[in-house]
């Protein structure tokens, strides 16, 4: 049965891997019907061109986000899973990345991608900032209405920038070292929030996070 | 007055609702039969609405509960996630953040305490305090 899978869906996973390693303007369908050993014509029958790969790609993105984002909005993680969700959330951008390293030509592309993009920010708003307020509620951070949207805003902005960012600052990164350092990014807007009993966490995480990236 | 307050009316509220049932009753198995027997019944369309009001509640209960589960899948499919994340990644979680929080309760609870037994003692003890008072004028 799994070694069946369905010729569309073969596209579809061979054209991600491919646009996430070489970067989506640099692959063509021919590219991706070699890499899938089908002849193009096949590949022409399931997609009638690259746009058509790239915006089903795109709803199989929406959709997943949607699912991660919306969890916490449903209900509220367990008070340090909120810790463990970030790195879901990057794990999720991080498959998908060759929409975040082209983030101008994605909104370039049609109007109803820009919306459906648009959609996917404000839910990332709404996600952070219920994070943010279970952590006040739970006396993790001290922080008034107006200094946790801000710090929803920063939250959101490393989200959507932190791989280009990454990529802009230390050229070829590999996965786990860019999740890690987004994570604490991350972290470090909360910092400031933190209660007396949450520095020395915080201290202990920086730790572990240097430790971590020596090793990897 | 009493009367049309005892008496039974559906709110607009209700009542739209209980078209909607009938509406997706409707569209279950028991549109069919429910023809049929309208038919058959011929215009006894109040126990025909009451019949489609509960047939649309079973079936609107069944996709509530299907609509639950996706929810749960979906919930399930982050919380595994996260447990899968824990795996590789601990955090350096303060273990003192619990105790400091009962620490505060506790502190809270005696505090509330306090206020309670003043506020008993004072509504308790008007007179003793009149007459205290009494007692240090006269002196």
């Known amino acids: 049965m799994a070694d069946k899978i369905k010729t569309r869906d073969r596209i579809l996973m061979t054209s991600l891997d491919l646009f996430n390693e070489e970067g989506e303007p640099n692959v063509t369908t021919v590219d991706i019907a070699n890499e899938l050993d089908i002849s193009p014509g096949n590949l022409y029958y399931h997609f009638k061109g690259k746009d058509l790969i790239i915006s089903a790609l795109y709803d199989e993105f929406d959709h997943r986000m949607r699912d991660v984002l919306q969890a916490p909005i449903d209900k509220p993680l367990g008070l340090e899973d909120n810790w463990y969700y970030l790195y879901v959330v990057f794990e999720e951008i991080y498959a998908f990345r060759f929409f975040y390293q082209n983030l101008t030509d994605l909104q370039a592309r049609d109007k109803a991608t820009e919306a459906k993009f648009r959609r996917i920010l404000d839910l990332k708003r709404k996600s952070i900032t219920a994070i943010a307020l279970s952590l006040r509620d739970a006396d993790v951070i001290h922080a008034r209405d107006h200094e946790i949207n801000a710090l929803t805003e920063t939250i959101v902005l490393t989200l959507t920038y932190w791989l280009t960012f990454q990529e802009l600052t230390h050229g070829e990164a590999n996965a786990g070292r860019i999740i890690h350092t987004g994570v604490f990014q991350i972290m470090s807007a909360f910092a400031p929030y933190f209660g007396e009993g949450q520095r020395d966490f915080f201290e202990s995480c920086i730790e572990m996070l240097n430790a971590a990236l020596a090793n990897s | ?139």
């Open chain 2, 1 to 139: 007055m009493a009367k049309t307050e005892n008496k039974e009316f559906l709110k607009p509220a209700e009542f739209a609702r209980k078209v909607w049932l009938a509406g997706v009753g409707a569209y279950g198995k028991a549109f069919e039969d429910a023809q049929e027997r309208f038919e058959k019944l011929n215009l006894e369309s109040n126990e025909l609405f009451d019949n489609l009001v509960k047939k649309g509640e079973k079936i609107e209960t069944e996709t509530q509960k299907r609509l639950e589960k996706v929810q749960a899948e979906a919930t399930s499919n982050i919380e595994d996630r996260i447990a899968k994340v824990r795996e590789s990644i601990a955090f350096p979680f303060p273990k003192v953040v619990k105790e400091d929080r009962i620490e505060k309760l506790e502190l809270e609870v005696a505090a509330l305490k306090r206020k309670v037994a003043a506020l008993s003692s004072t509504k308790a003890a008007p007179k003793k305090a009149a007459k205290k008072k009494a007692a240090k004028k006269a002196a």
